[in-house]
């Protein structure tokens, strides 16, 4: 996604992962990225360290 980066700085609380090979469905990402990626929301969403 070319805009994400950008619209992250746009957002009070936003936060940026790029995921090689995923969209927006996630089921393109890579295995190997699944638990970086589910860490990374779990903290975003909890506020609990990554």
Same mark, same amino acid.
């Given at each position: 996604? !070319?805009? +994400? ?6 957002? *009070?609380? +936003?936060?940026? =992962?790029?995921?090689? #090979? +995923?969209? #927006?469905? =996630?089921?393109?990402? !890579?295995?190997?990225? =699944? *638990? #970086? =990626?589910?860490?990374?929301?779990? #903290?975003?969403?909890? +506020?609990? *360290?990554?």
């Amino acid at each position: 996604m !070319r805009n +994400g980066e950008p619209l992250t700085r746009l957002a *009070p609380h +936003g936060s940026y =992962l790029s995921v090689p #090979h +995923g969209d #927006h469905l =996630l089921g393109n990402a !890579r295995p190997d990225w =699944l *638990p #970086h =990626l589910s860490d990374h929301l779990t #903290h975003t969403l909890t +506020g609990t *360290p990554a």
